[in-house]
C-alpha cells in the first residue's frame, strides 16, 4: 500500500491558481495509477483526477475539466494537480490514492488508507 503526502493547499482567490503535490517516502509509483480526491465535510469523498501508471492517460470529473491538470514525475515519485480557474465549489481537502479506477464515468478507489490530505480554502 502506498502512502502518500499531500502538500500544496492554501489560501486563493476565486478565479485564482493553486498547484498541489503528492509524493512518497521510498516508494516509486511507476506503476500504480494515481487518483486526486477531495472530501467536504459531511459530503461524501469525490474523485477529481486520474492518471494512468502504463500511458499516462488522464480522466477528469466534469466539475473540474478544462480547469484542473493531474501529472506525474516518476523520478520525483510526485504526482501534481494542478487547479486554475477556482471556483467557490472547489474548497475541500484534496488526497491522493491508489488502487483507483473508473466506474460510470467516475473515478474510485479500492484503497483504505488517506493521508492528510490538504486544505484548500477559495475565498476573495
Known amino acids: 500500500q502506498v502512502h502518500f503526502m499531500e502538500s500544496g493547499g492554501g489560501l486563493v482567490q476565486p478565479g485564482g491558481s493553486i498547484r498541489l503535490s503528492c509524493t512518497t517516502s521510498?516508494?516509486?509509483?511507476?506503476?500504480?495509477?494515481i487518483g486526486w480526491f477531495r472530501q467536504v465535510p459531511g459530503k461524501e469523498r469525490e474523485g477529481v483526477a486520474s492518471?494512468?501508471?502504463?500511458?499516462?492517460?488522464?480522466v477528469y470529473a466534469n466539475s473540474v475539466k478544462g480547469r484542473f491538470t493531474i501529472s506525474r514525475d516518476n523520478g520525483k515519485s510526485t504526482v501534481y494537480l494542478q487547479m486554475n480557474s477556482l471556483k467557490p465549489e472547489d474548497p475541500a481537502v484534496y488526497y491522493c490514492?491508489?488502487?483507483?479506477?473508473?466506474?460510470?464515468?467516475?473515478?474510485?478507489?479500492?484503497?483504505?488508507?488517506w493521508g492528510q490530505g490538504t486544505q484548500v480554502t477559495v475565498s476573495s
Open positions: 521510498g516508494q516509486t509509483l511507476d506503476r500504480y495509477a
Open positions: 490514492a491508489t488502487d483507483i479506477y473508473i466506474q460510470g464515468g467516475r473515478i474510485v478507489t479500492e484503497s483504505d488508507y
Open positions: 492518471i494512468s501508471g502504463t500511458d499516462g492517460s488522464t
